[in-house]
């Protein structure tokens, strides 16, 4: 009886730790464009492949899941990710909202996900991000 009862607790567990998913980023990313949404369109590149692993390893903690996408303001930030899969070339594009709590919302309307990430590592990413030094001009 207490080996059932462990079973089904061990699988609610499982089946709740699911809910949210983690969408992988294969392939590896060769650049990533940023548009900033100001008055003047700022757009940057940013092509330095340590900074994109470490943008990647920001990138793969996000905590996706389905939803109706509707937001109350513009998104702060928009990227295109370019990734080389197999000799293909793959573009995945995110609006990003930076919010009050220092957290970050991830929006992939291709894919209909909403995604976030805690503010300790949306820190570490809109830092990244925002750096000046690392972008290359187009």
Request: glycine share 2%; hydrophobic share 35%.
């Given at each position: 009886?207490?080996?059932?009862?462990?079973?089904?607790?061990?699988?609610?567990?499982?089946?709740?730790?699911?809910?949210?998913?983690?969408?992988?980023?294969?392939?590896?990313?060769?650049?990533?464009?940023?548009?900033?949404n100001t008055n003047e369109k700022e757009e940057r590149i940013i092509k330095d492949k340590e900074t994109l692993e470490l943008l990647k390893?920001?990138?793969?903690?996000?905590?996706?899941?389905?939803?109706?996408?509707?937001?109350?303001?513009?998104?702060?930030?928009?990227?295109?990710?370019?990734?080389?899969?197999?000799?293909?070339?793959?573009?995945?594009?995110?609006?990003?909202?930076?919010?009050?709590?220092?957290?970050?919302?991830?929006?992939?309307?291709?894919?209909?996900?909403?995604?976030?990430?805690?503010?300790?590592?949306?820190?570490?990413?809109?830092?990244?991000?925002?750096?000046?030094?690392?972008?290359?001009?187009?």
């Amino acid at each position: 009886m207490k080996m059932k009862l462990s079973i089904c607790m061990l699988f609610f567990a499982l089946l709740i730790g699911c809910t949210a998913e983690n969408t992988e980023l294969n392939g590896e990313i060769t650049k990533i464009q940023v548009q900033k949404n100001t008055n003047e369109k700022e757009e940057r590149i940013i092509k330095d492949k340590e900074t994109l692993e470490l943008l990647k390893s920001y990138l793969e903690k996000i905590l996706w899941e389905n939803a109706k996408i509707e937001m109350s303001r513009k998104q702060d930030v928009t990227i295109t990710l370019s990734i080389d899969l197999d000799s293909k070339e793959i573009l995945k594009e995110y609006d990003i909202w930076f919010n009050n709590d220092n957290s970050a919302t991830f929006i992939n309307y291709n894919e209909q996900k909403k995604g976030t990430l805690n503010k300790e590592d949306a820190n570490g990413f809109k830092e990244i991000l925002m750096n000046k030094q690392r972008f290359c001009f187009p």
